[in-house]
């Protein structure tokens, strides 16, 4: 079994839903998120072009973070998912320096904190609150082992690509394109 | 200089906002629980759902609100039965438990008092005391001058209960900026031509189409849910989606087409696509011949109207001109040039909107497939009442005899003319009540605005939120929010006939109130109680819905249902079926035959409107997805997600003006009027060098909305010339010019602190 999400970036219209929906599911605190959106331009006008990606923890297959964690409060799940056990968590930020995708944050009780693919709902068979607020269905979840999974039906007929494959850490958002 | 109305800040207690800048390119999200914040997520299984209908914008999704077993509002979540959210809220909806914590929420009735040096303040008061002075000044209005003489603005559900106690009190003056600072001239534009106008939620067929074209409407800023998870449906089945705007929106960043038009020159396209459309053959020919009147006319009326001519003035060549028409043509039933919603843009906007709705009728595109469908309403039945006495007068009464014949609904900025003396006319409006609309900012010419108070005997203002408005009000009412209270069902049309409940999820907070339990007491106080029979609303909602098949249990369980359709079919002239429009000839009116009549242009022509003066830029204002007009600045969620505003600046204009990325500069307009606030810069590629760009609804005046006020800048008091549309009243709001101040200029506005 291997969670992933695919991200069309064809449908996004960075409205910020999928933010707001992770704030209330997760309790994330006050000037903190687990996702977020970046747009970035190209061109000029008029032949302008826009790229607009909900981005979040990758979940990566050889995760940096997991590797540097001094305590293994940042370890790997069923799924390939990258959970931090908050009680183990020190605090220290070797993680955060070691994302190249700047997924993590200094909660301010004093442990790092992440996506979890709502982990809590996925266990029920649900989706992240994310994927199930996109009002333009733009996010794709699901296990890559099943060929019928969202995710697995999103990436065959699509061209995708990952952020920062240079990073060797096999991540697992895909965008299409 | 002081006024007999002082604007006052609510609270002169309040602290500035404490500042967390936290800005880069990522939305950063906020957490709304406060103290009752709990680390771990909630379980769904562990928590009660109550149905709901939101109430951030006009859309009205229906959803769950999420309550865990202490009693704190968890989540809000779309009801997968709504048609109008197929189970996904927007971000505002999202955010929408944001308005219930907001922590600057009006918290009880407040009066306005005069100290013995002359300065004015709040007081805080008991209901019972605020609504006696209430019900006090309006007999007191009624005896003296008569009941027309109060005038309602209203935004929202909970307005129909306040326009029901001022119909019972026995005015007419029943006004919402959402018609002549909005979709107006659409409305009256589409019944000129079709005999029907296009509704919220729009008729569009977006689903369906194969050929969206958008004029300036930029879904998926405009977060009108149920239209952008259509418009993303349609990507997904290959449609194409054409985009005329001067400024690379979103939609147009995902559409086969972008038409970077000049500002304020669309018709002068319209009239060039209907002229490709008529002159290469490619109208819809049974379907014109049929249904429509006024074809050689019009063809006649376009003839020199071709893309060479339009090119000059619209910067869009000819080739793109005549490849985007015959694209439509291709897709002709199935596409929708649509209506857009806030069109209030130049004056000419009902005939701007009539070319739309021609341009459909050419292309067969109303009551088809991927064009327009034909809604219908589930018909719940009023709580019977005594009938509404006759008003003898109206706000109409304030212009010539004559005036806006064709206006179907009550101008807001007609309330303000006929509110203001004017020794001519019958400017006669004395008493305003004001319910869930930030006049400030939701009205152009915000001097007008200030001018018409200040000539009120008194202003009732009702609302969750300490907007501008209600520091000019006598007295303040704290409305509940959405989530802490009944309303009337939601009846709006729909493909299918469809109602939805909202019910409290939880208590109101602080010493607010539901507005159903606000107009009863006044109704009581005013000798109106025989308009309001009923206890409670739960008793009101009962009855209607045992009146149509369901009840209160039934809806509580369900939040949505949905009713068989009774007429005519969906798409009632797909296969050019028999149908008599109601028109003056019976016909779709590419002619409009009642235009004529009063004197108007039966067929649309194009107008020049003012070019920016040197140095200055034409101001373009719109939507943020995570925002309602002004009123979600001060929310939590979305005030994180988005916090202020920025103006859009064209790169060679920014290089011009020695303007870099992210500095904060001044606008100031044609009229010498400067923005209250900073803006902050934004240099990007995605706007024309002849105009700038900014969201509607920042820069808040009052200090008790901590974290909205001052940041951004308000386009809203930028905007101080209007060009009034003839037909419809309409306030073409998009000719000001803004020019750069990167110095602090010296204070423009008057404060007066209390």
């Not at chain 1, 697995?152 to 060797?168: F, H, I, M, T």
């Not at chain 2, 098949?549 to 949905?562: A, N, P, Q, Y």
């Not at chain 2, 009123?631 to 003006?657: C, G, I, Q």
Request: glycine share 8%; proline share 6%; charged share 25%.
């Amino acid at each position: 079994m291997r969670y992933a999400m695919a991200i069309d970036t064809a449908k996004c219209v960075g409205c910020g839903d999928c933010v707001v929906a992770c704030q209330t599911e997760n309790n994330v605190p006050h000037g903190y998120c687990r996702d977020w959106i970046v747009e970035t331009v190209s061109g000029s006008y008029p032949n302008v072009q826009i790229e607009l990606r909900s981005e979040r923890c990758n979940h990566c297959d050889n995760a940096p973070c997991v590797r540097c964690c001094p305590t293994g409060a940042s370890h790997i799940v069923e799924g390939g998912i990258v959970m931090v056990t908050h009680n183990e968590c020190i605090g220290c930020g070797a993680c955060i320096e070691s994302c190249p995708y700047d997924a993590r944050y200094s909660h301010p009780e004093g442990y790092v904190d992440k996506c979890t693919f709502c982990k809590h709902r996925v266990d029920k068979g649900q989706n992240p609150a994310c994927v199930d607020v996109c009002p333009t269905h733009c996010l794709h979840f699901g296990d890559l082992d099943d060929p019928n999974s969202d995710v697995s039906k999103a990436l065959k007929n699509r061209n995708w690509k990952v952020l920062a494959p240079e990073a060797g850490t096999k991540p697992q958002l895909y965008f299409l394109i | 200089m002081k006024t007999r109305r002082d604007f006052i800040k609510i609270s002169a207690a309040g602290t500035g906002a404490a500042a967390i800048g936290l800005h880069s390119l990522k939305l950063r999200g906020f957490s709304l629980l406060g103290d009752e914040n709990e680390q771990t997520p909630a379980s769904d299984e562990e928590m009660t759902p109550y149905p709901t209908y939101c109430e951030v914008c006009f859309w009205k999704c229906a959803g769950w609100t999420y309550v865990d077993k202490k009693g704190n509002i968890r989540k809000v979540i779309g009801n997968e039965n709504d048609p109008h959210c197929n189970g996904r809220l927007c971000p505002r909806g999202t955010g929408g438990i944001g308005m219930y914590y907001d922590e600057d929420r009006l918290k009880h009735p407040l009066i306005r008092e005069t100290k013995p040096d002359g300065t004015q303040y709040f007081r805080k008061a008991s209901w019972d005391e605020a609504l006696d002075v209430i019900a006090e000044k309006m007999d007191k209005l009624r005896k003296e001058h008569g009941p027309e003489c109060l005038a309602l603005f209203s935004h929202g559900t909970g307005g129909k209960l306040v326009s029901h106690l001022v119909k019972a009190y026995g005015s007419p003056n029943i006004s919402a900026p959402s018609f002549a600072q909005c979709r107006g001239p659409r409305e009256v534009g589409f019944t000129a031509t079709f005999g029907e106008d296009v509704m919220s939620p729009e008729r569009t067929d977006i689903r369906d189409t194969k050929c969206l074209v958008l004029i300036g409407s930029h879904i998926g800023e405009n977060m009108h849910n149920g239209q952008i998870q259509e418009m993303s449906a349609a990507l997904e089945n290959g449609a194409t989606i054409i985009t005329v705007d001067p400024r690379f929106s979103t939609a147009a960043s995902h559409s086969k087409y972008w038409l970077p038009i000049k500002p304020a020159t669309d018709m002068a396209l319209l009239l060039a696509w209907m002229h490709v459309i008529i002159y290469e053959n490619l109208y819809d020919k049974e379907y014109v011949e049929k249904y429509t009147f006024g074809f050689d006319e019009l063809k006649e009326h376009v003839k020199n109207k071709t893309p060479e001519w339009a090119y000059g003035l619209t910067t869009i060549e000819p080739e793109i001109i005549r490849r985007t028409a015959r694209e439509m043509a291709a897709a002709s039933p199935r596409v929708l040039v649509h209506p857009g919603r806030h069109v209030t843009w130049y004056g000419d906007d009902t005939q701007r909107s009539r070319a739309i709705a021609i341009l459909n009728a050419l292309l067969g595109s109303w009551g088809r497939r991927g064009g327009f469908y034909n809604p219908e309403s589930v018909h719940v039945p009023n709580y019977p009442h005594p009938p509404y006495p006759k008003p003898k007068r109206s706000w109409k009464d304030a212009y010539p005899p004559g005036k806006y014949k064709l206006v179907s609904e009550v101008l807001s900025t007609g309330i303000c003319d006929a509110t203001i003396p004017n020794p001519d006319l019958d400017c006669h409006l004395r008493g305003w009540i004001v319910y869930g609309t930030n006049l400030m900012a939701s009205l152009p010419d915000q001097k007008k605005t200030i001018a018409a108070i200040n000539n009120l005997d008194f202003l009732v203002v009702i609302d969750t939120m300490p907007m501008d408005i209600t520091g000019y009000a006598d007295v303040v009412l704290p409305e509940c929010t959405y989530l802490e209270r009944y309303d009337f069902l939601r009846t709006s049309p729909h493909r299918e006939p469809v109602i939805a409940l909202r019910m409290p999820a939880a208590k109101p907070k602080y010493d607010s109130k539901p507005n159903w339990w606000i107009t009863k007491q006044l109704a009581n106080r005013l000798g109106l109680q025989d308009y309001f029979q009923w206890e409670n609303i739960e008793e009101l909602l009962d009855w209607q819905l045992k009146k149509i098949g369901s009840s209160l249990d039934e809806m509580k369980r369900v939040g949505v249902k949905k009713y068989p359709r009774e007429y005519d079919d969906l798409y009632n002239l797909e296969n050019l079926e028999d149908f008599e429009f109601n028109t003056n000839t019976g016909k779709i009116e590419l002619y409009s035959t009642e235009l004529e009549m009063e004197g108007f242009d039966p067929l649309p022509n194009y107008t020049r409107h003012p070019e920016p003066p040197e140095g200055y830029y034409r101001l373009n204002y719109g939507r943020a997805p995570m925002h309602t007009f002004s009123r979600t600045s001060n929310n939590h969620n979305l005030w994180d997600l988005m916090n202020e505003n920025s103006v859009w600046v064209n790169p060679k204009v920014a290089d011009l003006w020695e303007i870099k990325n992210g500095q904060y500069v001044w606008l100031k307009n044609q009229d010498g009027i400067v923005s209250s606030f900073p803006i902050k810069v934004r240099v990007t590629e995605r706007i024309r060098w002849d105009s700038v760009y900014m969201v509607h609804g920042f820069g808040h005046t009052d200090k008790k909305l901590r974290r909205a006020y001052g940041r951004g800048a308000s386009d809203s008091e930028l905007v101080s010339k209007v060009y009034l549309d003839p037909v419809m009243g309409g306030t073409g709001m998009r000719s000001n010019f803004v020019t750069f101040l990167k110095e602090k200029p010296g204070n423009n506005r008057e404060e007066v602190e209390s």
